[in-house]
């Protein structure tokens, strides 16, 4: 199995709402992956998890706070967002290790709407 | 630092067309190479890899042979359907997943 799955599939959330994005993956993976991507841009880093500590912060402002549970588990918690946070949310999974050769695997993002 | 750089789209072509899509790389040590493909509205789906010089990747009709001596992973295909429309994205792995600009394709019938 090699599927990374991602809820809700679409969010619209005010300034003042606070909501959280959830990814999921039981491939065995100890390292996971927040990224934002806008419209015909390439994925940008967010956050890295490697054995469910944070590892990789990509001076993300302090309204996104990631948390992985679990080695399976990973959450994006959103507060105060603005309307160019507005973007699709792409969680992945690898195996560990700086200059790996592993691949990582895409779940099919949140398509999140700030407004 | 280490980077891809990915040729610009976008691309469109007739069905049962050759597709080419290039890919360039800078890095240090030896990265492994990927390309992956996106789909409108879905996330992105790994194409194939290739983790070391000589290797050819395939999957699906399209491959990509990784060139030490030209630091290229081009993307080919020798017949693209209407189905392979979507956006392409080259990517290395270095301290962190390099990925190009990605490379939008519309095939028409």
């Known amino acids: 199995d090699t599927e990374v799955t991602q809820t809700p599939k679409h969010l619209v959330m005010g300034m003042t709402n606070k909501k959280s994005l959830k990814c999921e993956q039981h491939?065995?993976?100890?390292?996971m992956y927040w990224y934002k991507q806008k419209a015909k841009k390439p994925p940008e880093l967010m956050f890295v998890?490697?054995?469910?500590?944070?590892?990789i912060n990509e001076s993300v402002p302090s309204r996104f706070s990631p948390e992985c549970p679990n080695s399976s588990l990973l959450n994006l918690h959103l507060h105060a967002l603005q309307p160019e946070d507005s973007a699709l949310y792409l969680c992945?999974?690898?195996?560990?290790?700086?200059?790996?050769?592993?691949?990582?695997?895409f779940g099919p993002g949140t398509r999140l709407t700030v407004t | 630092g280490d980077s891809v750089t990915q040729m610009e789209g976008p691309v469109t072509l007739s069905e049962e067309a050759f597709l080419t899509i290039n890919c360039t790389y800078t890095?240090?040590?030896?990265?492994?190479l990927f390309w992956y493909v996106q789909y409108p509205g879905e996330g992105l789906q790994l194409l194939l890899k290739?983790?070391?010089?000589?290797d050819k990747g395939s999957n699906k009709g399209f491959e990509a042979t990784y060139r030490k001596e030209t630091t290229s992973f081009h993307l080919e295909k020798g017949s693209v359907q209407v189905s392979d429309s979507a956006v392409y994205f080259c990517?290395?792995?270095?301290?962190?997943?390099?990925f190009g600009t990605g490379t939008s394709l519309t095939v028409i019938p």
């Open positions: 290739a983790t070391k010089a000589d």
């Open positions: 992945a999974s690898s195996q560990p290790g700086q200059g790996s050769s592993y691949e990582q695997y």
């Open positions: 491939m065995g993976h100890r390292a």
């Open positions: 890095a240090t040590g030896y990265p492994s």
């Open positions: 998890y490697s054995y469910e500590k944070l590892s």
């Open positions: 990517a290395l792995t270095g301290n962190q997943f390099y």
